[in-house]
T-cell receptor, first 114, second 116 residues
């Protein structure tokens, strides 16, 4: 069964600290993996996207890693800011079918406190 | 073009009423998707259009749900005889049909439906 699991479910950190969110997937065939940030009441916004051959991708203070062998990904946030408070969703794209079906994780809800 | 636009942003309706949501995709995107998202969960796929053709529907899309994209541009999602369980965020996304990697996959801000 194609699944994406994320941990932790929720996380509280202090402003300025770093954190790492985890994503494990059992999706085949694999096309790409992306991380989305979703603010409360808004649609998801893409942070990074990685194909099979890429093992790291950065977007400002966000750095995503991908280990295609172990089917794990992580999102590292450096020097967190209050505006980083959001849900972070790991999404894997299936590499087959008429369109690239997306398999979503349930997300990690991050709260950054002053 | 400012991205994927969804209207209304919020909708409160009484149980049993019909509601309709609209999605305007990015103009050059020929693929359009509808998702439903409940609190604390990731989006769940509902249906997908390529141009005006509805090519796939999820089992989540009951008979009370219907989606259209008559001219291959904007799309509407209608829910008939709403139930409290329909309360959710309804997200629309669009992408370019030739983009196998979905790099251009873009979500709208969603329509929050509350059925009372």
């Amino acid at each position: 069964k194609n699944q994406v699991e994320q941990s932790p479910q929720s996380l509280i950190i202090l402003e300025g600290k770093n954190c790492t969110l985890q994503c494990n997937y059992t999706v085949s065939p694999f096309s790409n993996l992306r991380w989305y940030k979703q603010d409360t009441g808004r649609g998801p916004v893409s942070l990074t996207i990685m194909t099979f051959s890429e093992n790291t991708k950065s977007n400002g203070r966000y750095t995503a890693t991908l280990d295609a062998d172990t089917k794990q990904s992580s999102l590292h946030i450096t020097a967190s800011q209050l505006s980083d408070s959001a849900s972070y969703i790991c999404v894997v794209s299936l590499g087959s079918g008429g369109y690239n079906k997306l398999i979503f994780g349930a997300g990690t809800r991050l709260a950054v406190h002053p | 073009d400012t991205g994927v636009s969804q209207n209304p942003r919020h909708k409160i309706t009484k149980r049993g009423q019909n509601v309709t949501f609209r999605c305007d995709p990015i103009s050059e995107h020929n693929r359009l998707y509808w998702y439903r998202q409940t609190l604390g969960q990731g989006p769940e796929f509902l249906t997908y259009f390529q141009n005006e053709a509805q090519l796939e529907k999820s089992r989540l899309l009951s008979d009370r749900f219907s989606a259209e994209r008559p001219k291959g541009s904007f799309s509407t999602l209608e829910i008939q005889r709403t139930e409290q369980g329909d309360s959710a965020m309804y997200l629309c996304a669009s992408s370019v049909g030739t983009d196998r990697s979905n790099y251009g996959y873009t979500f709208g801000s969603g329509t929050r439906l509350t059925v009372v």
